[in-house]
C-alpha cells in the first residue's frame, strides 16, 4: 500500500491516490460520501420525542426536563462540510518498517479523504502535533490546497526523544479553535499519557468526530528471535530482553490486548466511532468496511 516518504512527492502521492485509491472508493460508495459521517450536520430542524436507535448526544436536556420525557433535536445537513484532521506526528508514529510506517498511513489516509471530500466542495485543513501543535492548515477547497496539505505534512519534522506525547494538548487546542460545528478525524495511535480522554469526549459533543486508530502489527506480539533490544519510540528508554522466553512474550501480548480493551472503552465512553488502521492493511477495504458498518448501523 505504502512507500517511503523520503521518495514520495505531493503530486506523486496524490496522482497514485486518484488512479489506485480514491477512484474505487467513489465506486464502494456509489457517490453516497456522508456515508463516513453519521447525521452531519448544523441546521436545527425540529425537536422530537427520543426512540431507543437515537444518538445521545442530540438530546435537548431542557425541553427534555421540561417535557418530563426525552427529546432529541434533529438536524438538517449540510450543504458544505467543514473538516478538520488532527495529526498525531510523535516519535511513535514513526514507527513501522522502512515502507509501512505508521507515517506514511496517516499520509496516505488523510490524502485521500481531503481529495474524496475536496472533489464534492467542501473544505478540509489541519491541526499538526508533535510535541505540540506545530502547524495549522487553514480548512479551504480544491486539488491544490490538498497539495498543500500533503506537502507541509511531509516537511513535518520526524521528532526523537521528546517527553511522553500528550494527546489532550492536541484536543483541547482544537476544542478552543474550532469554532463552526465540523467533521473531525483524529488520526492517531493514541500512545499518550491518560486524561485525553476527556478532552476527546468535551470534542465529540459539539463536532462530528471519527477517532482514525494507527497501529503496526509489530506492536501486539514479539517474534521469537532470541534476544533482542526494546526502545520506547517516545522517550528513547530500551531494555534488553529474551524473546525466546515464551512466558514473557506472553506477557507482551496479554499487555497489549489489555490496551486495545482500554481503548475501544475510551472510545466508546466518549461517543466516538473508529475506524483501526494498520500499516499491513489496504487502506480502501479499511475504508470501505467502515462506511458499510455506520450504514447498517442507520438502518
Known amino acids: 500500500m505504502n512507500t517511503s516518504t523520503s521518495v514520495r512527492t505531493p503530486e506523486r502521492i496524490l496522482h497514485r491516490l486518484d488512479w489506485q485509491v480514491i477512484r474505487r472508493l467513489d465506486g464502494y460508495l456509489q457517490g453516497d460520501y456522508r456515508s463516513l459521517f453519521r447525521g452531519f450536520g448544523v441546521d436545527f430542524a425540529d425537536?422530537?420525542?427520543?426512540?431507543?436507535q437515537d444518538d445521545i448526544r442530540y438530546i435537548d436536556w431542557n425541553v427534555s426536563a421540561r417535557m418530563d420525557a426525552p427529546y432529541v433535536?434533529?438536524?438538517?445537513?449540510?450543504?458544505?462540510?467543514?473538516?478538520?484532521?488532527?495529526?498525531?506526528?510523535?516519535?511513535?508514529?514513526?514507527?513501522?518498517?522502512?515502507?509501512?510506517?505508521?507515517?506514511?498511513?496517516?499520509?496516505?489516509?488523510?490524502?485521500?479523504l481531503s481529495r474524496l471530500l475536496t472533489r464534492h466542495g467542501n473544505r478540509?485543513?489541519?491541526?499538526?502535533?508533535?510535541?505540540?501543535?506545530?502547524?495549522?492548515?487553514?480548512?479551504?477547497?480544491?486539488?491544490?490546497?490538498?497539495?498543500?496539505?500533503?506537502?507541509?505534512?511531509?516537511?513535518?519534522?520526524?521528532?526523537?526523544?521528546?517527553?511522553?506525547?500528550?494527546?489532550?494538548?492536541?484536543?483541547k487546542g482544537s476544542l478552543n479553535t474550532i469554532k463552526k460545528r465540523s467533521l473531525i478525524f483524529v488520526v492517531s495511535d493514541f500512545i499518550s499519557t491518560p486524561g485525553w480522554e476527556r478532552s476527546l469526549?468535551?470534542?465529540?459533543?459539539?463536532h462530528e468526530v471519527i477517532a482514525i486508530r494507527l497501529w503496526d502489527p509489530r506492536e501486539m506480539s514479539l517474534p521469537d528471535v532470541g534476544y533482542m533490544v526494546l526502545e520506547d519510540m517516545e522517550t528513547g528508554e530500551q531494555i534488553y530482553v529474551d524473546t525466546h522466553d515464551k512466558k514473557f512474550r506472553q506477557r507482551f501480548m496479554q499487555?497489549?490486548?489489555?490496551?486495545?480493551?482500554?481503548?475501544?472503552?475510551?472510545?466508546?465512553?466518549?461517543?466516538?466511532?473508529?475506524?483501526q488502521l494498520s500499516t499491513e492493511a489496504d487502506l480502501i477495504h479499511a475504508i470501505a468496511g467502515f462506511v458499510m458498518l455506520r450504514r447498517q448501523r442507520r438502518k
Open 73 to 112: 433535536r434533529e438536524y438538517m445537513e449540510d450543504r458544505e462540510i467543514i473538516a478538520w484532521f488532527l495529526l498525531d506526528l510523535s516519535p511513535s508514529v514513526d514507527f513501522g518498517t522502512l515502507d509501512a510506517q505508521k507515517r506514511t498511513v496517516l499520509i496516505d489516509f488523510v490524502g485521500t
Open 255 to 275: 499487555a497489549a490486548k489489555q490496551r486495545e480493551l482500554d481503548l475501544a472503552a475510551s472510545f466508546k465512553r466518549a461517543g466516538v466511532d473508529v475506524l
Open 47 to 52: 425537536l422530537r420525542e427520543y426512540q431507543p
Open 124 to 171: 478540509v485543513g489541519a491541526v499538526m502535533f508533535g510535541s505540540g501543535i506545530q502547524h495549522t492548515v487553514p480548512a479551504r477547497g480544491g486539488r491544490m490546497h490538498v497539495l498543500r496539505l500533503i506537502n507541509d505534512l511531509l516537511k513535518q519534522p520526524h521528532l526523537s526523544r521528546v517527553p511522553m506525547t500528550d494527546l489532550s494538548v492536541l484536543l
Open 201 to 206: 469526549s468535551l470534542l465529540s459533543q459539539r
